[in-house]
C-alpha cells in the first residue's frame, strides 16, 4: 500500500513579529507555480532526508532570510484533499515567533518578495493559508495567557510598557494596568536592568530582561505561567 | 522537488478507555512488516484520496474494530528521519477517548489482535510509538483540566464519584473532593436524572449526565471550563 501512496509533504510557517504596538505576519510572494504572484506563508516542500524542523528552517532561511526565536508545531493541515489543486499536498504548519534584531527579511529562491504584513491587512492568500494564518493567531493568543512567549517578540532588553502593550494589542482586549504590571512581577521571572530608556513624552523607564534560566527552573518546581483575568 | 520527494505519510491513534478506575490505551499487534509481532498504536499509511481524519477511523476500524467518541490531532512526528527504517515516514499521530460502550475489540487486516492495556503495564512498542503513547498521556492530563472531556470516558449515565475517581487517576493526584464536587456542579453543565446505581457498599448514588448542548452555549458565551488546583 506504501508503495503506490502519492501524496506530497510539506511545511508552512506562520512567523510572527511585534513593533510599535502592532501585530505582523510574514508573508512571501510566490515567484513560480500554480500560485505564482500570489501573497502565501513560506514553507515548501519537505527533502527526502530532512527532519520537519530542519524543513521548516531551511525554507524561511530561503525564501525570508530569517531565523526564528521561537519554533513549535501548530497543525496539520490534510483533511482537505483538494487544498492543493496538483496533488493531494499535507502541510505540517509551524508557528513561529522573531524579535526586532531579526526583522529583516531578504526574498530569495521561490520568494519573489517577502514583507510584514500587519495582522489587521491580510491579503488572499495562496492555498488554504488564510486558514493556516487564523489557527496561528488563536494559538498565540491561547499560549500568550499560559506561556511567556511573548518575551520572545520583544527586544532582549525592554520597558515594562512594551510588554503590557504587547499584551493588550495581542489579546485585542483593555488589561487591568496595576493587576498585570503586579502579576507579571509576582513571577519573579523579569530581571531589572541599570537601563533606561525614555518612552514617549514621559521619564525614561527602566529596562527589563526576561530571564528565562529562572523561568525554567521555576517550572521544574511546579511553577505555571498564567496571565488570565487580568 | 516534489515530484521526486519519498517521504511516506501515516497516522497513529493514541485510544484512551477508561474502566474500573484504570486508564487504557488501545494497541495492536502487528500481523506483517518489520514490526511484526511488535504491539504498536492502530495506524497505517494514508490512501490517496482520504483525509487525515479519513485515514485514521479507517484504521481504527479495520484494525479494531472500533469507532471513537473524541479525536483530534495529537501532533506530528518527523523530526526523525530513520523513526522506520524502511523508509522517511512521517506519522500525523491522534489523540482518542472511547467510553465503556464501545470497549469492544475485534482485530482484523494488518492488526493479528488487539487489546486494551493498562498505562501502568504498556510493552515495548513497535517504532517510537512508546514516545507517542507519553505524548498522548500529556495531553490528556493537560486537556481534562480545562476541556470536559473526561465524560467521553464515562458512561452516558454516571455516579458522581466515577467523575472524581476518572479525575484521580489520571491526574495521578488526589483532589478535594468537596471542592471538586463543588466547582463541578457550579458549572452547570451536569444533569441529574431519575436513575440510581448501587456503588461499592454504600446506598445507591444518583445518576448524572453531561449536557453538551448546555456547555457548548456557555462557550459561546465565554464561559472557561477549569478543573486546576482542586
Redesign the interface.
Known amino acids: 500500500?506504501?508503495k503506490?501512496?502519492?501524496?506530497?509533504?510539506a511545511v508552512d510557517a506562520v512567523v510572527f513579529g511585534y513593533q510599535n504596538n502592532q501585530l505582523y505576519v510574514l508573508l512571501i510572494k510566490q515567484r513560480f507555480g500554480i500560485a505564482k504572484g500570489l501573497w502565501s506563508l513560506p514553507g515548501?516542500?519537505?527533502?527526502?532526508?530532512?527532519?520537519?524542523?530542519q524543513a521548516v528552517e531551511r525554507e524561511l532561511h530561503e525564501e525570508a532570510g530569517i531565523k526564528v526565536n521561537y519554533l513549535e508545531?501548530l497543525?496539520?493541515f490534510?483533511?482537505?484533499?483538494k487544498r492543493d489543486t496538483r496533488?493531494?499536498t499535507?502541510s505540517?504548519a509551524y508557528f513561529a515567533l522573531v524579535n526586532p534584531t531579526k526583522w529583516t527579511l531578504k526574498a530569495d529562491t521561490d520568494a519573489e518578495d517577502a514583507q510584514w504584513f500587519p495582522i489587521t491587512k491580510i491579503p488572499k492568500l495562496a492555498y488554504d493559508h488564510n486558514k493556516i494564518v487564523k489557527v496561528g493567531i488563536e494559538r498565540l493568543k491561547g499560549k500568550l495567557t499560559y506561556q511567556p512567549i511573548g518575551f520572545d517578540l520583544l527586544d532582549k532588553e525592554f520597558p515594562f510598557s512594551d510588554l503590557e502593550h504587547l499584551y493588550t494589542t495581542i489579546l485585542g482586549k483593555e488589561i487591568d494596568r496595576r493587576n498585570f504590571r503586579k502579576k507579571m512581577l509576582s513571577f519573579d521571572i523579569l530581571q531589572e536592568t541599570n537601563k533606561m530608556k525614555k518612552v514617549g513624552s514621559g521619564r525614561p523607564a527602566k529596562l527589563f530582561t526576561f530571564n528565562k534560566q529562572k523561568y525554567n527552573a521555576l517550572v521544574k518546581d511546579g511553577f505555571h505561567f498564567e496571565i488570565k483575568y487580568v
Chains 1, 2 share one sequence.
Open positions: 500500500m506504501g503506490t501512496q502519492n501524496i506530497k509533504l515548501g516542500f519537505v527533502l527526502n532526508n530532512e527532519s520537519l524542523t508545531q497543525y496539520t490534510g483533511d482537505d484533499v496533488n493531494h499535507v505540517v
